[in-house]
């Protein structure tokens, strides 16, 4: 708890705010105190006045009566007639040698306490000098007010600033340990567990919000590595073993072109089982979404040209046709060598499987604003129920286990396109297959001339 | 040819030593960074094959010592790294190629001795010549006995770079990468459909064919003997 940091900034506040109310009371009592004496001075003052006037009117006895009067009355001020030369007339403050205009006296009171009296003298005429004063006590009877109402504010503020900390440290310190709770969970191998969230949206929320996205993203990523090792041990073990029997069956063989024959078979089929680890590998590494820092502009159309010349003479050889259809020109941002690898599988794919005197197209278009390239094949096409599982690792379709191909091609295709935000469809060509890659809207694509379909 | 070997895994050394010695070149070995270092920085070779992952001092450091003390002998990374980044940072680091395990015997070879005969960068070719066969790099005509040959650019560039390596074996996998700037292998073989398309016009109706298939392993332009 004591190392719980909003319990030490609440005391830390609660310091400065203690603080505070010590200089706000200082302050305070300055000015209270300035305009109490201000205050009693402006009464002596006025008093002084008033005598004045009266020894003006009335002259000395009729001063020396008021005088007397006054002095007798209880609560009022202190008052002193003198003569010329200091004798006293009338009154207790007379006859004690005050300096002409403001002073002090120290005067003893009937208890034997000394008093502080503050006194302003008048000459009227004739010489004769006229004193009043009084003793400032109900200012300090103010001023220890003032102090003891400010001390027990300031205890005030530090029992509420330590409470508040202490109910602030709780409820931080009880959503921090949720955060630390789930976090230890994770680390003893719950990845399903998440931080809990309260719905006030405050930073603490937010930090809760993006921790769990994290979450998500690794959760995913080992969601995808344990799906590479499932993918590995289901299908690279039966051509494995096909290989070790092989290898086996050759074993006592001799020497000769038979056996040389075996050899160059069981190549054959380590070669196919690298190829299919290393797609399943690329495949986790797009999936894993590392390559999105090869990101730049590139133009899809150059890559479906490149690709359509590269394949249209082995076509050709087959008796298939490969064109490419579409404008020339189709900038998105992606990673080359990716895109060029997808559409490599989908023209493979639909050359392998459009037949003999299949007609392959590779299409770049621009639709609703968005890239699109799509190869069209007119094969047999796929029945509806198949097309979903098209896209599963591994998946071939009943019909051509015969064919070769490890059944990863369009698996990566989705991958690849999953990683440049594009959508993969599979359509009726009527007859064949259409598979399109639609890719996001792009500022560039808008910027293309979307010229007329120009055929290769 | 003089050629450093830096392996650690010891039966890959061995096999990959024996098989180089074989084919006439003489091999020093290395099993760990440090002393691939020593001798990659102490030595003059042809041709350097570097792991990319070794105790003590990894190949990409070796590389990269190396040449910034400036010795530009053609490097060959070996890797069982097979992701894209990994080929792009070998060749960032002042890799010449690339090749991930586990790899032919053969294609080892090949790209060894593609590495070597590289013609210094500062000594610009505009004509290539195998028997009569002509090529012209700044007018990009070919010609064969005097009679202009019509190839396409892709054809051009594929008998380009055989003519570049002439008298070497060039394989499926370096015509792929060279002229298609493919970094994978499709299924479709489509370098066979591109060369015979390209036998078809260089080597026809002519005595002497130059373009040789050399079976399961790759192609070789060459003078027959």
Known sequence: ?456 | MKLLLVEDDRETAAYVKRALTEAGHAVDHASDGRDGLLLAAGETYDVMVLDRMLPRVDGLAILRTIRASGVKTPVLLLTALGGIDDRVEGLEAGGDDYLVKPFAFAELLARVNALARRPPPQDVQTTLRVADLEMNLLRRTVTRGGKRIELQPREFQLLEYLMRHAGKLVTRTMLLEAVWDFHFDPKTNIVESHVSRLRAKVDRNQAKELIHTLRGAGYSLREPD
């Not at chain 1, 000098?129 to 220890?144: T, W």
């Not at chain 1, 020109?329 to 037949?355: C, F, K, W, Y």
């Open chain 1, 1 to 456: 708890m004591w190392r719980s940091a909003s319990l030490r900034l609440a005391i830390l506040y609660t310091l400065a705010f203690t603080a505070a109310v010590g200089v706000l009371g200082l302050v305070t009592l300055m000015t209270t105190r300035g305009a109490l004496s201000r205050q009693f001075d402006a009464r002596i003052l006025s008093e002084s006045e008033a005598l004045a006037q009266e020894f003006r009117v009335e002259g000395l006895n009729g001063v020396a009566q008021a005088v007397q009067e006054r002095d007798r009355t209880p609560g009022a001020l202190d008052y002193g007639l003198e003569t010329p030369d200091g004798r006293p007339i009338a009154g207790r403050l007379a006859g004690r040698s005050a300096d002409s205009g403001w002073s002090t006296l120290t005067m003893k009171q009937a208890g034997g306490e000394r008093e502080n009296i503050r006194v302003h003298a008048t000459t009227l005429a004739h010489g004769y000098r006229l004193l009043v004063g009084g003793d400032d006590e109900s200012i300090e009877a103010v001023d220890n007010l003032l102090v003891r109402r400010f001390a027990l504010a300031t205890v005030g503020v530090v029992m509420i600033g330590l409470v508040g900390g202490y109910g602030l440290a709780r409820g931080m310190g009880r959503r921090i340990a949720a955060i630390t709770d789930a976090a230890e969970a994770i680390i003893d191998g719950d990845l399903s567990r998440r931080v809990p969230a309260t719905r006030s949206g405050d930073d603490l929320d937010r930090l809760a919000a993006t921790f769990n996205r994290m979450l998500d993203r690794i959760a995913t990523l080992m969601e995808s590595l344990r799906q590479v090792s499932n993918d590995v041990a289901h299908d690279l073990r039966t051509p494995l073993t096909r290989l070790r029997g092989r290898l086996e069956a050759n074993l006592g063989r001799p020497a000769g072109p038979e056996r040389t024959a075996a050899i160059e078979g069981a190549l054959t089929d380590l070669d196919a089982i690298l190829a299919t680890f290393a797609a399943l590998l690329r495949i986790a590494q797009i999936e894993g979404g590392a390559r999105r820092s090869a990101f730049r502009a590139i133009d899809l159309a150059t890559i479906a040209r490149t690709v359509v010349d590269a394949f249209a003479p082995s076509a050709e050889d087959a008796g298939q046709r490969l064109e490419l259809e579409g404008v020339n020109s189709l900038a998105i941002e992606g990673d080359p060598e990716l895109i060029t690898q997808m559409l490599v599988n989908l023209v493979e794919n639909g050359l392998r499987h459009a037949g003999p005197r299949a007609w392959v197209r590779v299409r770049c278009a621009v639709q609703a604003g968005r890239p699109v390239l799509s190869v069209v094949d007119d094969g047999p096409g796929v029945p509806d129920s198949e097309r979903e599982r098209l896209f599963d690792r591994f998946h071939r379709l009943e019909a051509s286990r015969s064919t070769p191909g490890s059944g990863l091609g369009l698996s990566m295709v989705a991958a690849v396109a999953k990683l440049h935000g594009a959508e993969v469809s599979l359509h009726d060509a009527t007859p064949g297959l259409a598979v399109r890659v639609t890719f996001p809207a792009g500022e560039r694509t808008l910027q293309l001339p979307n010229v007329a379909a120009t055929s290769s």
